[in-house]
Structure formats: C-alpha cells, structure tokens
C-alpha cells in the first residue's frame, strides 16, 4: 500500500514563502508522476502542479505559474512544492498524489482521473 504524507503547510502573510513535502512509501517512486492539488472551503479540489516520473516535464495552473515550483527528490522518495508570493486566495489544504501508471505520458500530468493515491493533506494559511 502507498503512503502519501505532507508536510511543511502553516500560516504565512502574503508575500511569504512556504516548501511543501511529501514523502513517498515504496520502492518504485521514481516510475511514478507526483501531483498537488488544494481544495479551499467550499470549492472543488483543483490541480495546482505535477512532475513527471522522470522529472523532466511540470505542468502548473494558470494562477501559480511563475510563482510556484515542483521538484523531485527520486533518492528520498520525496516531491516538493515552493511556493513563493503567496496570496490569500492561496488559503487551501494541499494534498500530495502520486498516479496510479508507472511511466505515463507527460500528456496526462493534470488528468485527476490517473491519481489513484492521495495523502492526509496540510493546510496552507495566507493572511492578508
């Protein structure tokens, strides 16, 4: 069984930083895709960035891009979010997920449907 667990979430002012964590179980992490994603209050969870099983392609959303950066640690079995010029709007729990097809296509790095395990979440504060 995959487990999935973050870290590193908390309260910040806007403008600050924050690394996400998340740390793997498992021998084969490097053959997989990593994603985040964040779900505020009352909305839907939504895609934020993902890293290819390789680490050669990211794909980011529109309203992070620029600001926030994926990386990949395939040694510690651990994937990364930087996130730098935080907003308010940032506010979110982020959780970690790892897709469920070893060496998939870049093409499906945004597709929810292909992330079969997720983690507990942390919870990203971003005060104004």
């Known amino acids: 069984q995959v487990q999935l667990v973050e870290s590193g979430g908390g309260l910040v002012q806007a403008g600050g930083s924050l690394r996400l964590s998340c740390v793997a179980s498992?021998?084969?992490?490097?053959?997989?895709?990593m994603g985040w994603f964040r779900q505020a209050p009352g909305k839907e969870r939504e895609f934020v960035a993902a890293i290819s099983w390789s680490g050669g392609t990211t794909s980011y959303a529109d309203s992070v891009k620029g600001r926030f950066t994926i990386a990949r640690d395939n040694a510690k079995n651990t994937v990364y979010l930087q996130m730098n010029s935080l907003k308010p709007e940032d506010t979110a729990v982020y959780y970690c997920?790892?897709?469920?097809?070893?060496?998939?296509?870049?093409?499906?790095?945004?597709?929810?449907?292909?992330?079969?395990?997720w983690g507990q979440g942390t919870q990203v504060t971003v005060s104004s």
């Open positions: 498992g021998r084969t992490f490097s053959n997989f895709a």
């Open positions: 997920a790892r897709q469920s097809r070893p060496f998939l296509s870049a093409n499906f790095l945004r597709d929810n449907s292909e992330y079969a395990y």
